[in-house]
């Protein structure tokens, strides 16, 4: 399985500014999830990145607000851009394995919006 | 559309006694389907997959589930339930590349 981190593991931010957060993967992969979990909620997944071609967003998230790049085959990064209180979440960087079907979790960044 | 659904939100059992997370599903085609374990400040960890083959998957820390396409189930079960087993479950589909999980039940194991 892949080993996954993801940096801050947590933030505090205020309203209106913006959150890189960082996911490194210790072997090459095609395609990288990221994925929101509000507080006491499941996961839904925000958007799929490629290497080399634009993230793909799902139904509800803009790449304005959720801006995503995927520079080589091992790391991606996930802006939560003028942030709210709305956007406090768990946000989980997940990884494909070589035969598409397991998924693998990196431990997650809890942010906190203020 | 593709969903999961897990109707209980808390399951309770006293340690050493059976384990049951419950699971429907709705997909089209043949359904690819995960069980994943969330620990309180710890990232989701893989606990099994049906993908083809038997109906009864066994998985990491003595789990298993069985899958049953009549009644689009996929229950999660454990036979001695151990209080460490306290956690957050979650079930979910694949169709494609894209996960859908269910809402999730938490576990609570009293010893």
């Known amino acids: 399985s892949a080993v996954i981190s993801q940096k801050p593991s947590r933030d505090i931010c205020q309203r209106g500014t913006s959150l890189t957060i960082q996911c490194q993967v210790d072997s090459q992969v095609t395609m990288m999830f990221w994925y929101r979990q509000q507080p006491g909620q499941s996961l839904t997944l925000i958007a799929t990145a490629n290497q080399g071609s634009e993230a793909t967003y799902e139904s509800g998230f803009v790449i304005d607000k959720f801006p995503i790049s995927r520079p080589n085959l091992t790391f991606s990064t996930l802006t939560v851009s003028n942030m709210s209180p709305e956007d406090s979440s768990i946000y989980l960087c997940?990884?494909?394995?070589?035969?598409?079907?397991?998924?693998?979790f990196g431990p997650g960044t809890r942010l906190t919006v203020t | 559309a593709q969903s999961v659904a897990q109707p209980e939100d808390q399951v309770n059992v006293a340690e050493g006694n059976p384990l049951t997370v419950k699971c429907t599903y709705s997909?089209?085609?043949?359904?690819?389907l995960f069980w994943y374990v969330q620990y309180p400040n710890r990232g989701l960890q893989f606990l099994l997959k049906?993908?083809?083959?038997?109906?009864l998957v066994k998985g990491s820390y003595g789990f298993e589930a069985e899958f049953n396409k009549s009644q689009t189930s996929f229950h999660l079960k454990k036979p001695s339930a151990l209080v460490s087993d306290s956690a957050l479950y979650f079930c979910a589909v694949k169709n494609d590349y894209k996960l859908s999980f269910g809402a999730g039940t938490t576990v609570t194991v009293r010893a």
């Open positions: 997940s990884v494909e394995d070589r035969h598409g079907y397991e998924q693998y």
């Open positions: 997909v089209s085609g043949n359904p690819y």
């Open positions: 049906y993908i083809t083959g038997d109906n």
